[in-house]
């Protein structure tokens, strides 16, 4: 019990770490780049990447999960998946480059057929560090990972900056893509112990698969479904408005996937190894679920509540038109942040069959959904097609839900009692900041400066006197450091 504490400080120290660090570098990058594009070069961008991120989920095949869900592994079975993603990335870096005619005749735009073939190489590239990856992941060395990641996003930083000052346009984003695989393979072959060896066993990727191909089906139908309105609105909008609507989600995403990413990372290596002991894994999962909540609303809601302030100091007045994307992006966000948790438990579990099959029951109807807006009604306001995806975000909590309970007995109230107080108090820190802070008459900078010190006062003090299980964690970290600084005094 204390290893695994232990080792659970250890992940999330360093996940945190490095999450954080890529947030900060990320949205730094994200923030020059969009003073220096324009939001067309990100509405190019967007009609590629549909394409793009489903050949790398193709391609990463859901081999990730089960070489760090599996007990036990042998030099085999790595060196097996190892070729198998080379093979995988090869084939859909030919398929992404012939795919790049068919995308500039859908679109009309004849740019996107040399834009997607260059970064069509991309694929064969990433698909020599994942086995290196996933070993780390596996023996927990989240400290070298950390490592890569973040120097990756550096690396890619510079080249992509780099040439959109110099004039490049959408071009820089394709170079920064290409840029940070480059120098992360060379980085994971470099800091990685584990290398391939000759060997192939096609018998070892039929038993993976097994567990794979519900997590690679899934992933998909997720995608797809996620994205299509990206695609339909590329289709029947200019490049700027989806750039404006692209960039909206993107950095609502970079908060949500923050979070989530440093709550799986950190805690589906060390869920894997309770999936045997369910009154334990149920622990764990409602003391993460309650801390996602603890940190991710007051972050949305203020996030939600500055967005015009926060938009137009960032990026610039050219960019005020993803406001309205923005704050409704953040709501999906937020239940996001909860579903993937729910998705990785389910996963820890050894049960991703599960999380395949509520893809297929839930992806056909918001598929017809979004494709009879665009049918019915091709000039609908696309924050209708944002309403869609909210709807069946939350239908699929309610029904992941539903199955854990069925695993390790955890219920609708459970996670209600879990999350409540976080939520009303989130919602109303933000209602009252938002009502009285804008008619105080302050410009943008002091009025953004007032609502991060009220709003955040205002949750944090409530948070104190409901006795929020976050606020104890801090407070009693605050008094076990007082007290090893204390002069004389020893915790011993």
Same mark, same amino acid.
């Given at each position: 019990?204390?290893?695994?504490?232990?080792?659970?400080?250890?992940?999330?120290?360093?996940?945190s770490?490095?999450?954080i660090?890529?947030?900060?570098?990320r949205?730094?990058?994200?923030?020059?780049?969009a003073?220096?594009?324009?939001?067309?070069?990100f509405g190019?961008?967007?009609?590629?990447?549909?394409?793009?991120?489903?050949s790398y989920?193709f391609?990463?095949?859901?081999?990730?999960?089960a070489?760090i869900q599996?007990?036990?592994?042998?030099?085999?079975?790595y060196?097996?998946?190892?070729f198998?993603?080379?093979?995988l990335?090869?084939?859909f870096?030919?398929l992404?480059?012939?795919?790049?005619?068919l @995308?500039?005749r859908?679109y009309?735009?004849?740019?996107l057929?040399?834009?997607t073939?260059?970064i069509?190489?991309v694929?064969?590239?990433?698909?020599?560090?994942?086995?290196?990856?996933?070993?780390?992941?596996?023996?927990?060395?989240?400290k070298?990972?950390?490592?890569?990641?973040?120097?990756?996003?550096?690396?890619?930083?510079?080249v992509?900056?780099?040439?959109?000052?110099?004039g490049?346009?959408v071009?820089?984003?394709?170079?920064?893509q290409?840029?940070?695989s480059?120098i992360t393979?060379?980085?994971?072959?470099?800091i990685s112990?584990?290398?391939?060896k000759?060997?192939?066993?096609?018998e070892?990727?039929?038993n993976?698969?097994?567990?794979?191909?519900?997590?690679?089906g899934? /992933?998909?139908?997720?995608h797809l479904?996620?994205?299509?309105d990206?695609?339909?609105l590329?289709?029947?909008?200019?490049?700027?408005?989806?750039?404006?609507?692209?960039?909206?989600r993107?950095?609502?995403?970079?908060p949500? /996937?923050?979070?989530?990413?440093?709550?799986?990372?950190?805690?589906?290596?060390?869920?894997?190894?309770?999936?045997d002991d369910?009154?334990?894994?149920?622990?764990?999962?409602l003391?993460?679920?309650?801390?996602?909540a603890?940190?991710s609303?007051?972050?949305?809601?203020f996030l939600?509540?500055?967005?015009n302030?926060?938009i137009?100091i960032?990026?610039g007045?050219?960019?005020?038109?993803?406001?309205?994307y923005?704050?409704?992006?953040c709501?999906?966000?937020?239940?996001?942040?909860?579903n993937?948790?729910?998705?990785?438990?389910?996963?820890?579990?050894?049960?991703?069959?599960?999380?395949l099959k509520?893809?297929?029951i839930?992806?056909p109807?918001?598929?017809?959904?979004l494709?009879?807006?665009?049918?019915?009604?091709?000039?609908?306001?696309?924050k209708?097609?944002i309403?869609?995806?909210i709807?069946?975000m @939350?239908l699929?909590?309610l029904?992941?839900?539903?199955? @854990?309970?069925?695993?390790?007995?955890v219920?609708?109230r459970?996670?209600?009692?879990n999350t409540y107080?976080?939520?009303?108090?989130?919602?109303g820190?933000?209602l009252?900041?938002?009502?009285?802070?804008?008619?105080?008459?302050? /410009?943008?900078?002091?009025?953004l400066?007032t609502?991060?010190i009220g709003?955040?006062?205002?949750y944090?003090?409530?948070?104190?006197?409901?006795?929020?299980?976050?606020?104890?964690?801090?407070?009693?970290y605050?008094?076990?450091?007082q007290?090893?600084?204390e002069p004389?005094?020893?915790?011993?």
């Open positions: 019990m204390q290893n695994l504490k232990s080792n659970s400080i250890y992940a999330v120290k360093w996940n770490i490095n999450q660090s890529r947030f900060v570098l949205f730094g990058i994200s923030v020059v780049l003073r220096l594009l324009n939001p067309k070069d190019l961008m967007a009609m590629i990447l549909i394409l793009t991120n489903l989920i391609i990463n095949s859901g081999f990730n999960n070489l599996k007990k036990t592994l042998s030099q085999e079975e060196s097996s998946v190892f198998f993603n080379i093979a990335g090869a084939f870096s030919i992404v480059w012939y795919s790049g005619t @995308l500039s859908f009309q735009a004849p740019l057929e040399t834009l073939r260059t069509s190489v694929y064969l590239i990433d698909a020599f560090s994942i086995v290196q990856r996933s070993h780390l992941t596996r023996e927990l060395a989240f070298r990972l950390s490592i890569v990641e973040i120097l990756g996003i550096v690396f890619s930083g510079v992509g900056i780099g040439s959109a000052f110099y490049q346009g071009w820089s984003l394709v170079w920064a290409l840029s940070r480059f393979v060379i980085l994971f072959w470099i112990p584990w290398r391939p000759i060997i192939f066993r096609f070892v990727i039929k993976l698969w097994r567990y794979s191909y519900n997590i690679l899934g /992933n998909i139908l997720n479904t996620l994205k299509l990206v695609l339909i590329g289709k029947l909008v200019s490049p700027e408005l989806l750039g404006l609507y692209y960039k909206g993107a950095n609502s995403e970079i949500s /996937n923050l979070i989530a990413q440093v709550s799986a990372r950190s805690f589906f290596p060390i869920l894997s190894k309770l999936q369910k009154i334990r894994f149920k622990k764990m999962y003391t993460l679920l309650n801390a996602i603890f940190i609303l007051p972050l949305f809601v939600i509540i500055t967005a302030n926060l137009e960032v990026f007045t050219k960019w005020l038109g993803m406001v309205p923005f704050r409704l992006f709501i999906g966000a937020i239940l996001n942040v909860i993937l948790l729910k998705v990785y438990s389910i996963n820890a579990l050894g049960l991703p069959q599960y999380n509520l893809a297929l839930m992806s109807p918001k598929l017809v959904a494709l009879l807006i665009a049918f019915i009604m091709p000039e609908v306001d696309p209708t097609y309403g869609v995806i709807f069946f @939350l699929d909590n029904c992941r839900t539903l199955h @854990l309970s069925k695993i390790i007995s219920s609708y459970d996670e209600f009692s107080k976080e939520v009303l108090v989130a919602v820190a933000g009252v900041s938002f009502m009285i802070i804008p008619k105080l008459g302050l /410009n943008i900078y002091s009025e400066i609502y991060l709003y955040l006062f205002l944090f003090s409530l948070a104190y006197f409901q006795n929020f299980a976050g606020i104890r964690l801090i407070v009693d605050i008094k076990e450091k007290v090893k600084d004389g005094r020893s915790i011993l």
